[in-house]
């Protein structure tokens, strides 16, 4: 069984900086393409970053591009979402998740198997 646990969120002023991280459990990380997405309230759970399990690829969502990156520590089974310039936005609840599949690079959720409980990232002014 997979488990994902997502860390770092937190409190952030407009403009700054965060850096989450997703800690997996479990066989075959190192074979996955992970993902992350995240729920503003009342909104539906949108994709935000994706990258392969050899990290040669990685995909974003057009909100985030360019202030964003995706990277992944096999040996460590850890993915993070480094993130830049917040805006209000950019403030919901944060999820990885795994996709067994591995390739290609998907944007929707129901490409993944596995999710993490989120992590919150909140900007205020």
């Known amino acids: 069984q997979v488990q994902l646990v997502e860390s770092g969120g937190g409190l952030v002023r407009a403009g700054g900086s965060l850096r989450l991280s997703c800690t997996a459990s479990?066989?075959?990380?190192?074979?996955?393409?992970m993902g992350w997405f995240r729920q503003a309230p009342g909104k539906e759970r949108e994709f935000v970053a994706a990258i392969s399990w050899s990290s040669s690829d990685t995909l974003y969502a057009d909100s985030v591009k360019g202030r964003c990156a995706i990277s992944r520590d096999n040996d460590k089974k850890t993915v993070y979402l480094e993130m830049s310039s917040l805006k209000f936005g950019d403030t919901a609840v944060y999820y990885c998740a795994a996709d067994e599949v591995g390739w290609p690079l998907y944007s929707t959720d129901r490409s993944y198997e596995h999710w993490g409980q989120g992590t919150q990232v909140t900007v205020s002014s």
């Open positions: 479990g066989r075959g990380f190192s074979s996955f393409a």
